[in-house]
Structures are given as structure tokens and as C-alpha cells.
């Protein structure tokens, strides 16, 4: 299993930086090139919503992702520092979870496999998708 880990201040100019990264990785973990710009979005809304989340609630911590090769899949955390994390309302205020809400069904309807946790130490987004097997070598 191979694991790249990025972290990025929460700032919107590094949410670019991430999606790029993110794409690079999954095309070189065989997942379908048709699906790549999805992948990228995905990342996208995921970073963009923990930086409004950090940024909110006044949290110096980096924003983090996890690029996680495995033998069948491609699995993408993006984590956040907030207590509570997704979906807990963190943002303090209705316009801000309102927001949330729209994110993460962003989120859903461009991967199929997603789960949005929270704790005491922040949230994380896990967002999963198949990759093609290697071809072989002749």
C-alpha cells in the first residue's frame, strides 16, 4: 500500500495545489482516466470545504490529505481540525452550514463510494474509487 500525505495551510490558493497532486496520483494508481476530472472536483470541494472550516473557526492547523494507493482502489482523506468536523455545524452560524450541506452533497454526487466522519480531533472525508489492474508485463 502506498500513501502520499500532503498538508497545505488553509489557504484557497493551495486547494489548486491539492487537486492537481490528487490527479497526478490517481492517474498513476490506475484509476480510469474518464474519471480523473471527477476525482479532481471531488478534492476540490473536499479541500475547499475544510479551509472554509479551519479558516471559520479560527484554526492555525494545516489542512491534510492522504493519497492511498491499495491493490483494488484509490482512496482519498482529506481531514480538517475543527471538533465535530463534517456536518456538525461547526461553522456557528445557518448560512455557513447551509454551505456545508451543499458541499458534501457535491461530494456525493460525484463519488459513489464516500464517508464523512467527525470527532473530537476534527473530520475526515474519505472518498474511494476503483483502479484498473496493472497491465502485464511481457
Known amino acids: 500500500m502506498a500513501t502520499v500525505e500532503l498538508r497545505f495551510s488553509a489557504l484557497p490558493e493551495h486547494v489548486r495545489t491539492a487537486r492537481l497532486v490528487a490527479a497526478a496520483v490517481a492517474r ?3 484509476v480510469d482516466e474518464a474519471v ?19 479558516v471559520s473557526n479560527d484554526i492555525a492547523a494545516p489542512v491534510w490529505v492522504l493519497l492511498i494507493e491499495d491493490e ?10 475543527v471538533p ?8 456557528g452560524d445557518s448560512e455557513g452550514e447551509g454551505e456545508d450541506e451543499m458541499g458534501l452533497a457535491v461530494i456525493s454526487g460525484l463519488v459513489d463510494d464516500v464517508e464523512v466522519t467527525s470527532g473530537e ?3 475526515v472525508i474519505r472518498m474511494t474509487w476503483p483502479t484498473a489492474p496493472a497491465p502485464a508485463l511481457s
Open 36 to 54: 480523473l476530472d471527477e476525482v479532481r472536483l471531488a478534492v476540490g470541494e473536499a479541500c475547499s470545504r475544510a479551509v472554509g472550516l479551519h
Open 72 to 81: 483494488k482502489k484509490f482512496s482519498i482523506e482529506v481531514g480538517d481540525e
Open 84 to 91: 465535530g468536523g463534517p456536518g456538525s455545524g461547526s461553522h
Open 28 to 30: 498513476r494508481a490506475g
Open 121 to 123: 480531533r476534527g473530520g
